[in-house]
């Protein structure tokens, strides 16, 4: 099993990453985990209550260890307000991610920062040979961060997911994949190599 070897606290310009803790649930449940319109392109359902989010923690934290899932945090440097979080799901190798913002945050190119750096640390890490995510047709906002963070679109994977924010219809998504100019990544197959992106 490929593990990971990042650090539990990343800062960027504008924002750090900080691995998950339980004492987040609060946070999370009221920024964005509980907001349907905010959950509506992720692959989980909208939490009802903060038990949902610290179920959800307690996945987290324990994927962290086992080497399956690196999710952190996303605050804001001037004030440590919550604003996000960022996660990877690691299968041996082939790293999925995806992030999720309150939208308040909406539009300040707050996503774009948190890929851009994320991608070069994760593509350094010995052992990873695919990153990659999906999105729904429909998101274009995500669309535009992983264009603008620079991701390649593979191509369109029709009835690809079932939102269950968005009546559990079989929904056509995008697939991207970060393969840096001259990648041997290039011209894989893209249903082996796409990954979910929330």
Not at 47 to 53: G, I, K, R
Not at 79 to 98: C, T
Request: charged fraction near 20%; aromatic fraction near 12%; glycine fraction near 8%.
């Amino acid at each position: 099993m490929i593990r990971l070897d990042l650090p539990e606290r990343i800062v960027t310009s504008r924002l750090i990453l900080c691995r998950l803790r339980y004492e987040d649930a609060e946070e999370i449940f009221y920024t964005y985990a509980s907001k349907p319109d905010v959950t509506k392109y992720m692959s989980w359902p909208t939490h009802q209550s903060v038990e949902d989010t610290r179920a959800f923690l307690r996945y987290a934290v324990s994927g962290w260890y086992e080497g399956i899932d690196y999710s952190f945090s996303i605050r804001l440097r001037a004030s440590n307000k919550l604003i996000g979080s960022f996660g990877v799901v690691n299968e041996d190798g082939r790293l999925q991610f995806g992030y999720i913002f309150s939208p308040q945050y909406w539009n300040q190119g707050y996503a774009t920062e948190v890929c851009r750096e994320m991608m070069p640390r994760l593509r350094a890490q010995p052992g990873v040979f695919r990153i990659g995510t999906y999105v729904d047709t429909e998101n274009g906002a995500s669309l535009q961060v992983l264009r603008n963070a620079g991701l390649t679109e593979e191509g369109i994977l029709r009835q690809w997911m079932r939102f269950p924010n968005q009546g559990n219809h079989p929904k056509d998504c995008v697939a991207f994949v970060f393969a840096p100019t001259g990648s041997a990544d290039r011209g894989a197959n893209t249903a082996d190599s796409i990954a979910s992106s929330q």
